[in-house]
């Protein structure tokens, strides 16, 4: 036995019964609102945050990799905190991504880098004595190929980058695909 509903200006919905023997409920919300599918809600809990260094002192007007290297967290050991130092994500979706870079003294000009899949994706850059400087932003990431890193750039080099709580590299998942 089957039940559709038919729109007003176009489409239906069919309820059908189950295949197999047994019970089936579906429970719809008391008052107003939307059914989701499981496929459409996103996935719970994935995110990274790490912090602290890997020795580095990066040579003038070069970029360099930050090798951050202590986790906070990492929900779904999507981090590599040891060898490539990126956040390579299995979910697809659109990821917040944050960037801290603390240099050791001050430089000239400082930039923090999102690089994306081993090229510049996005970057923040300010021309002082500067020590420290941030980025974020918002990318989507397929879930099997796509990584990010943070990088950094220096107009001054001999500089070291501090290996301190302020040198940090954060993310996680705003919306699955």
Do not use: H
């Amino acid at each position: 036995m089957s039940i559709v509903l038919v729109g007003s200006t176009s489409g239906s919905i069919t309820l059908q019964e189950p295949a197999v023997a047994g019970t089936t409920v579906l429970d719809l919300p008391a008052t107003s609102g939307t059914v989701a599918l499981t496929s459409q809600l996103p996935a719970t809990g994935l995110a990274f945050g790490a912090y602290g260094v890997v020795a580095t002192t990066p040579s003038g007007g070069t970029s360099t990799k930050v090798k951050v290297s202590t986790e906070y967290f990492d929900t779904a050991s999507a981090y590599d905190n040891a060898t490539n130092y990126r956040f390579q994500p299995t979910v697809a979706g659109y990821y917040q991504i944050n960037g801290g870079v603390c240099m050791n003294s001050g430089v000239s000009r400082l930039m923090a880098m999102i690089w994306k899949n081993g090229s510049e994706y996005q970057t923040t850059d300010i021309n002082s004595n500067t020590v420290k400087l941030s980025i974020s932003t918002l990318l989507y990431l397929n879930g099997s190929t796509d990584y990010v890193e943070l990088y950094t750039w220096n107009g001054d080099g001999g500089v070291g980058i501090a290996n301190n709580g302020q040198t940090n590299f954060n993310g996680g998942l705003v919306r699955a695909a």
